[in-house]
Nanobody, 122 residues
Framework: QVQLVESGGGLVQPGGSLRLSCAAS????????MGWYRQTLGKERELVAR???????NYADSVKGRFTISRDNAKKTVYLQMNSLKPEDTAVYYC????????????????WGQGTQVTVSS
């Protein structure tokens, strides 16, 4: 069974840093696009950062230059380094693994972690 487990969330002051980790099991990790999403009350879940199986990345404009996504395929782990944190970064952060298979049977494989709370406050 597939499992994504986030860690590293917590309370941090504005301007501080956190490093989120997401450890995957039960998947061929190297084939998946991995992403970090976040969600606050009353808003849709939004993409924060994404990294493909080939290592290409993209970021939401609001975090560009402050956050860095990376992956370690040997450890089956994806990271989100968050620097210069702002109160508006406060959210539940979710790890996502996704693979769209167009060959053979085809199918969408889309997995989510349970989320980890990040609170940026004085």
């Amino acid at each position: 069974q597939v499992q994504l487990v986030e860690s590293g969330g917590g309370l941090v002051q504005p301007g501080g840093s956190l490093r989120l980790s997401c450890a995957a099991s039960g998947v061929t990790f190297s084939l998946y696009t991995m992403g970090w999403y976040r969600q606050t009350l009353g808003k849709e879940r939004e993409l924060v950062a994404r990294i493909t199986s080939g290592g290409s990345t993209n970021y939401a404009d609001s975090v560009k230059g402050r956050f860095t996504i990376s992956r370690d395929n040997a450890k089956k782990t994806v990271y989100l380094q968050m620097n210069s944190l702002k109160p508006e970064d406060t959210a539940v952060y979710y790890c996502n693994g996704k693979r769209v298979q167009l060959t053979g049977r085809g199918g969408l494989y889309d997995y989510w972690g349970q989320g980890t709370q990040v609170t940026v406050s004085s």
